[in-house]
């Protein structure tokens, strides 16, 4: 496995002997008096999370570079977050050309203007840190899965994903009646996304949708319990999935 796109673009920028010119001087950690680092978590977890890993936005996309990982050798050669954050921006607004079926094809400009430089300045701040953001950074995205447990009626069950794209559902927990169940999931983000149940002898998946679409199965649940989780890959494996409970 190669480097990731950001590792190479900071290998590139030193041998160019342009790292200092273009992003800043190295071992320097301030964040820009105009950064808005509260719109930067919130953009980036919308926008970013569903593809890369970053510990504090809590985030576990696996398509793209785990964003902890990336810099963490950068840093401990003594480049500053400045420099970390100047290689993001870059980043965001040229990403490295690949095909749009790779599964790390990034579009250019997710963020656009000031929004990017906020969403740069937030990655460069909290990247490698362990523990949680605290303060009104640490609530301005609410936790993925977080939500309350949500209860079937009349025979119908909406399980919706998370409308900031992170990969979860609002809830980890639902409950339902035995006999037939209609299971909705609908998807407000532009990550793509489903509802797939498995369990009690059922393997059923409904339609990937996007942008305010609704993913749906119909099904006959017997008491037990099952799990239902989004069936695009990656997903699943970075925890889109929650308990549902029949009685």
């Given at each position: 496995m190669g480097r990731s796109p950001l590792r190479r673009t900071l290998a590139g920028l030193v041998a160019?002997?342009?790292?200092?010119?273009?992003?800043?001087?190295?071992?320097?950690?301030?964040?820009?008096?105009?950064?808005?680092l509260i719109a930067g978590?919130?953009?980036?977890?919308?926008?970013?999370?569903?593809?890369?890993?970053?510990g504090r936005a809590t985030t576990?996309?696996?398509s793209g570079p785990n964003l902890d990982d990336a810099f963490r050798q950068s840093l401990r050669d003594g480049f500053g977050r400045d420099t970390v954050r100047g290689v993001i921006h870059q980043q965001i607004l040229h990403p490295a050309r690949l095909p749009k079926d790779n599964v790390a094809y990034m579009p250019a400009k997710l963020v656009k203007g000031k929004l990017a430089q906020d969403v740069a300045a937030y990655v460069a701040s909290v990247t490698t840190l362990p523990g949680k953001d605290t303060g009104r950074l640490g609530s301005a995205v609410k936790a993925p899965g977080a939500g309350k447990p949500?209860?079937?009626k009349g025979g119908k069950l909406e399980i919706p994903s998370?409308?900031?794209?992170?990969?979860?559902?609002?809830?980890?927990?639902?409950?339902?009646?035995?006999?037939?169940?209609?299971?909705?999931?609908?998807?407000?983000?532009?990550?793509?996304?489903?509802?797939?149940?498995?369990?009690?002898?059922?393997?059923?998946?409904?339609?990937?949708?996007?942008?305010?679409?609704?993913?749906k199965v119909s099904i006959s649940?017997?008491?037990?319990?099952?799990?239902?989780?989004?069936s695009v890959p990656g997903h699943r494996?970075?925890?889109?999935?929650?308990?549902?409970?029949v009685k």
């Open positions: 160019g002997g342009s790292l200092a010119v273009a992003l800043g001087a190295c071992g320097t950690d301030t964040v820009p008096q105009n950064a808005d978590k919130r953009a980036f977890v919308k926008s970013c999370g569903s593809c890369h890993v970053l576990k996309g696996n949500i209860e079937a998370d409308p900031n794209g992170q990969l979860a559902y609002l809830t980890t927990v639902a409950r339902a009646e035995k006999g037939q169940l209609e299971l909705t999931s609908k998807n407000p983000s532009s990550t793509p996304h489903n509802i797939a149940i498995e369990g009690g002898g059922l393997n059923e998946k409904g339609p990937v949708v996007q942008g305010g679409g609704v993913s649940v017997k008491p037990g319990e099952y799990t239902y989780y989004c494996e970075a925890g889109m999935l929650g308990k549902l409970t």
